[in-house]
């Protein structure tokens, strides 16, 4: 079996053993490029994709080098004519980010956050190939709006039910991963002010605050700033509509940046 996983730094595997030896870093790119982006390219859009700035029958001849390592390293999964380059069809593939976002569409949280070892080709840059860092960074951010977002429902829901110590848990971890997303901080001082800790969700506020100034330049929304308040005041009945429920969630929750 290949395994080609790219959340975290790129590692293509061919029956449980690591390949390393493709030569350049544009191979396992494409390799990975092509089994997330339907299976099958023709020769011309790889060649325009990884030498932009390249004549068509230079970039083709450099394409050519590439596809000379893929066949040396994975050539039983592809199928490379004149015209196209293919994945097979009955060949059997794993791709952590299909998976990944499986198990996030059946709300796994945990065992998709098990995939998720780092952002997506983190540590890969193709220079002198910016179509492919569009797509990298779109997919980056796609697949990284998706988690947060799944953080985001699953905390909301947990809090809804009263887990709050499940909730301080969701909350850190979220914010590790998006040290300024407002929603995680909001629901982690709320979890930990319901769980009778309001000195400690004061002192957070105090401590996102910070970050936020330092780094930024920015200070805390208004909401943000309204949530500390009810905090002060110490009404559980108030903190607890503070909760937005799950179905209300917005479409897409980002940071301030």
């Known amino acids: 079996m290949l395994e080609i996983r790219a959340l975290g730094n790129l590692m293509i595997l061919k029956d449980g053993i690591l390949l390393d030896n493709f030569g350049s870093s544009k191979a396992e790119a494409a390799l990975a490029y092509l089994a997330l982006e339907g299976g099958q390219q023709s020769r011309v859009r790889l060649a325009a994709l990884f030498w932009p700035e390249s004549p068509e029958q230079k970039a083709l001849a450099s394409l050519r080098v590439m596809l000379s390592s893929l066949r040396?390293?994975?050539?039983?999964?592809?199928?490379?004519?004149r015209e196209i380059v293919k994945i097979k069809s009955d060949v059997e593939i794993f791709l952590d980010v299909q998976e990944f976002e499986k198990r996030i569409a059946k709300g796994h949280l945990p065992q998709a956050l098990e995939l998720y070892q780092g952002d997506f080709l983190e540590g890969l840059?193709?220079?002198?190939?910016?179509?492919?860092?569009?797509?990298?960074?779109?997919?980056?951010?796609?697949?990284?709006?998706?988690?947060i977002?799944?953080?985001?429902?699953?905390?909301?829901?947990?809090?809804?039910?009263g887990n709050y110590r499940t909730g301080q848990s969701l909350a850190s971890d979220l914010l590790k991963i998006d040290p300024v997303n407002e929603f995680a901080l909001s629901h982690y001082i709320i979890s930990l002010a319901l769980?009778?800790?309001?000195?400690?969700?004061?002192?957070?506020?105090?401590?996102?605050s910070e970050i936020l100034m330092d780094e930024f330049g920015l200070e805390p929304s208004a909401e943000t700033e309204?949530?500390?308040?009810?905090?002060?005041?110490?009404?559980?009945?108030?903190?607890?509509?503070?909760?937005?429920?799950?179905?209300?969630?917005?479409?897409?929750?980002?940071?301030?940046?």
């Open 72 to 81: 040396k390293n994975v050539g039983e999964y592809l199928e490379i004519t």
């Open 125 to 147: 840059y193709i220079q002198d190939s910016s179509e492919f860092e569009n797509w990298r960074r779109w997919e980056h951010e796609r697949l990284h709006l998706l988690l």
């Open 149 to 161: 977002g799944a953080f985001q429902a699953t905390l909301s829901s947990e809090l809804a039910q």
């Open 195 to 208: 769980d009778g800790k309001r000195i400690d969700a004061l002192k957070y506020y105090k401590h996102y």
């Open 226 to 257: 309204k949530l500390k308040h009810i905090i002060v005041e110490g009404d559980p009945e108030i903190l607890s509509q503070q909760i937005m429920p799950k179905n209300n969630l917005p479409h897409m929750q980002t940071s301030f940046i």
